[in-house]
């Protein structure tokens, strides 16, 4: 005789009971937390807590305003800060000092990458002898891009920071400024401030070392900051310590340019891992595999990145490219048609500024290196 496949019915008040369950497991750790006397607004956060986070939230694709914290008597969660994220986890840093690995439920671990950020301000609970993230607060700044498989998914590198220091260096790897265009924009997105920390000044004679600075000559000019150091012989490094000063910052670039050896410098205790170049491609091993928060004192916060090879752009696409070039903005208004690319077209003032020296010739350049890469993938 066939067995009868459950009903709906069934199965929703199978999944009722469970959830009850839940709610009495709950209940009785927040009790063994609090004591006895809970009020009823300890219940309510609980049975908050144990349903998820409201329907109502942001979408965890992109960042956007996230949970308004929950007074004190709501619940027994606590705050912190995110310092490292894994598979399926995190670890959140509390203001005493001390951290918590807490596992993330379902309907954040499925999308962890959008989702939690080295950076993020997050509220979690105890549950069991483990402890278990609840949501992550809103996001006053970040740093994103697409996942490199799939431009309609994106990926957050880090949140609520102040600066984000892009690494070049002079050598090994050679400078190569084209990445930095693209950073440029994400900060800009994002809301941070952009400093170009230019490492390994140490590798090159003075004079090639100040060759090699006027390539950015046209950032300073755009209003981008840029700092000279060396993290083997510390040159500079005093200079970034004072720029950073009070602030929260994210170390970006590509692989071997120096970002871990810069956190060391800046603070040795951090012991984050370095590697050598190699020396035959003259590339960097990737010595950093996820993102990490160090405090490296006078109220420094330090995340440091995976290096990465080519930067993709969030929802930038041709039409809204040229607002990211703002010594366009002068030139641009003159243009005879108000959706000019400034490529191709007839009567187009930035083109021409170009042509006459008025605009970076690099700078333009680079924009319509990103133009027709936008255009490649429509």
């Given amino acids: 005789m066939k067995k009868k496949r459950p009903t709906k019915k069934r199965v929703k008040r199978s999944r009722g009971a469970a959830k009850a369950q839940l709610d009495q497991r709950l209940s009785k750790q927040a009790r063994e937390l609090h004591g006895e006397g809970l009020t009823d607004h300890w219940d309510t956060g609980l049975e908050e807590a144990a349903q998820g986070p409201p329907k109502r939230r942001r979408k965890t694709s992109e960042p956007g305003p996230g949970q308004d914290p929950a007074p004190a008597e709501a619940g027994p969660w606590r705050q912190g800060t995110v310092v490292s994220v894994a598979s399926g986890q995190c670890w959140l840093r509390t203001g005493d000092g001390a951290e918590h690995r807490c596992v993330f439920p379902s309907h954040i671990?499925?999308?962890?990458k959008a989702a939690v950020a080295v950076g993020d301000q997050a509220r979690f609970l105890r549950h069991g002898d483990d402890f278990r993230l609840l949501d992550i607060l809103d996001r006053r700044t970040y740093l994103a891009r697409p996942h490199p498989l799939n431009p309609r998914i994106q990926r957050v590198v880090a949140a609520n920071m102040?600066?984000?220091?892009i690494v070049v260096s002079v050598a090994r790897p050679a400078l190569h400024p084209a990445l930095v265009d693209r950073y440029l924009i994400a900060i800009q997105q994002g809301g941070a401030e952009p400093v170009l920390a230019v490492n390994k000044i140490d590798l090159l004679p003075e004079?090639?070392?100040?060759?090699?600075?006027?390539?950015?000559?046209?950032?300073v000019a755009a209003g981008s900051e840029v700092l000279p150091c060396s993290a083997d012989t510390g040159a500079g490094v005093n200079a970034l310590r004072r720029r950073l000063a009070g602030k929260t910052a994210v170390f970006v670039g590509h692989s071997?340019?120096?970002?871990?050896?810069?956190?060391?410098?800046?603070?040795?205790?951090?012991a984050a891992a370095t590697g050598a170049v190699n020396r035959v491609v003259g590339t960097g091993r990737h010595t950093t595999t996820r993102s990490s928060l160090y405090d490296v004192g006078g109220g420094i916060q330090l995340i440091d990145t995976p290096g990465i090879r080519e930067l993709g752009l969030w929802k930038v696409t041709a039409e809204n490219l040229g607002p990211y070039f703002p010594e366009f903005e002068p030139y641009a208004a003159a243009c005879r048609?108000?959706?000019?690319?400034?490529?191709?077209?007839p009567g187009c003032a930035v083109r021409e500024a170009a042509a006459n020296d008025d605009l970076p010739a690099a700078r333009y350049a680079t924009y319509l290196r990103i133009l027709e890469s936008l255009e490649e993938v429509r």
């Fill in 109 to 112: 671990a499925k999308d962890q």
């Fill in 256 to 270: 071997g340019v120096g970002k871990s050896s810069l956190v060391n410098a800046l603070d040795p205790a951090a």
């Fill in 162 to 165: 102040d600066v984000v220091v």
């Fill in 337 to 345: 048609f108000r959706d000019c690319t400034h490529s191709h077209e």
């Fill in 207 to 219: 004079g090639e070392v100040r060759r090699e600075l006027t390539r950015l000559d046209d950032y």
